[in-house]
């Protein structure tokens, strides 16, 4: 774990809120609206949280291309998935394909609930920093939902 990695993480949520605000706003239904502006709230919440935490270990922030050097491919990938699917959105792509990519790269590859899983565990369980710790733990559990809720937005959207 590097001494940047909660700092890349609320980077890496930043982006992603950038993609559900384009979800929320384009979604046609809008109880499927609901849902991604629920992941929204969270993932903002999840990006101010960590931001906080760096700047309380001392953490450095950092650009999006640092943080991609620092954290690997895992983290990269991620990153580009999100961008590409928030631009093929702007684009016209409809929000149930958009959602659906969403849920096939969460099972198939490294979703950003993965990215973040994967970095946030060891980082909780290596905090001595109570709080850090709290935290860290709700947002992997957070992010285990949006995988479920990413997966009825689908669903919804296909009811009709």
């Known amino acids: 774990m590097n001494d940047t990695t909660l700092a890349c993480l609320a980077v890496l949520e ?22 991604f502006d ?51 959105v702007l684009k016209g792509m409809p929000v149930v394909d958009a959602a659906t990519k969403l849920v096939q790269f969460e ?13 946030v565990k060891p980082q909780a369980a290596m905090t001595t920093n109570t709080a850090i710790k709290r935290i860290l733990t709700e947002i992997a559990h957070d992010e285990k939902n949006h995988a479920e809720i990413l997966r009825l937005a689908v669903e919804m959207s296909r009811q009709y």
Not at 14 to 35: F, G, H, N
Not at 107 to 119: F, N, P, R
Request: glycine content about 2%.
């Open 14 to 35: 930043d982006e992603a809120c950038k993609l559900y605000e384009i979800l929320m706003d384009k979604s046609e239904r809008p109880e499927v609206s609901l849902l």
């Open 38 to 88: 629920e992941i929204l709230q969270e993932t903002r919440t999840h990006r101010e949280l960590l931001r906080h935490a760096s700047n309380i270990l001392g953490q450095a922030t950092l650009p999006l291309s640092e943080c991609e050097k620092s954290m690997g491919s895992f983290f990269s990938h991620s990153i580009e998935f999100i961008r590409s699917i928030k631009d093929q």
């Open 107 to 119: 099972e198939d590859a490294a979703s950003e609930e993965d990215v973040t899983l994967t970095y």
